[in-house]
């Protein structure tokens, strides 16, 4: 069974940073790209970042770049979301994805997501 774990979240004051780290069993995570996404109260779900699966290639929101760089260390198959100066707005859940395609499927992989609250 395919599982992604997203772990780091938490309560952070504004301007604070956190980690937030997206684990995988089940799979190689280091075979796909993976992005993460997040879902305020009461808004829908945002693209935040993707990285392709050989952590060559990243693109970040702009609601977000230049705060929240995404990186991986396959050997440790982990995706990570580096999240800095931290507002109030990037307040949500945040999720990591991953899409495995299988000819003739295709398999959408989600993590349970981990809660990140920015206040003072």
């Known amino acids: 069974e395919v599982q992604l774990l997203e772990s780091g979240g938490g309560l952070v004051q504004p301007g604070g940073s956190l980690r937030l780290s997206c684990a995988a069993s089940?799979?190689?995570?280091?075979?796909?790209?993976v992005t993460w996404a997040r879902q305020a109260p009461g808004k829908g779900s945002e693209w935040v970042a993707v990285i392709n699966s050989a952590g060559t290639m990243t693109n970040v929101a702009a609601s977000v770049k230049g705060r929240f760089p995404i990186s991986r260390d396959n050997a440790k198959s982990t995706v990570y979301l580096q999240m800095n100066n931290l507002k109030p707005d990037d307040t949500a859940v945040y999720y990591c994805?991953?899409?495995?395609?299988?000819?003739?499927?295709?398999?959408?992989?989600w993590g349970q997501g981990t809660q990140v609250t920015v206040s003072s």
């Open positions: 994805h991953t899409l495995v395609i299988q000819f003739p499927r295709s398999y959408n992989y």
């Open positions: 089940g799979l190689t995570l280091g075979d796909y790209d």
